[in-house]
């Protein structure tokens, strides 16, 4: 077999998802899943073991490794440490209907306004005009 003869991972889920059944887990996983991957990003780009991210989150390595696995889907309580942690906003959407989703982003910055100046050195009281 080529290379070029082999699916991608896209298509074979595009296939999968055709499945009734399949589809309904997908779609009931999938804050699992993003939290999973969101864990996951965060403990590797730092170099941290699933230990020490579970003692960051008051967790025990146990934990942290069925999250990456997404194997349950994380209460809130959980969430709302990784959001702080990662100093990262959180949007949960829950819609009737339809399966709850979750994004993590980062915060907004707010921009200055166009008359603002930055402040540098020491405030200084204003000179008095000499007449």
Do not use: C
Request: aromatic share 4%; hydrophobic share 40%; no cysteine.
């Amino acid at each position: 077999m080529k290379l070029g003869d082999l699916r991608t991972s896209q298509e074979v889920l595009e296939d999968d998802l055709r499945d009734p059944a399949f589809r309904a887990e997908w779609e009931r996983t999938a804050v699992a899943r993003t939290f999973a991957l969101q864990l996951l990003e965060y403990r590797t780009a730092r170099g941290l073991s699933q230990d020490a991210v579970g003692q960051l989150l008051g967790m025990k390595q146990p934990q942290v490794a069925r999250i990456e696995a997404a194997a349950h889907t994380p209460n809130l309580e959980t969430l709302t440490r990784f959001a702080k942690l990662a100093g990262r906003e959180l949007d949960v959407k829950i819609l009737p209907g339809h399966e709850p989703t979750l994004q993590f982003k980062l915060p907004r910055i707010k921009k200055a306004s166009p008359t603002a100046r930055p402040v540098r050195g020491r405030a200084s009281a204003p000179k008095e005009a000499v007449g």
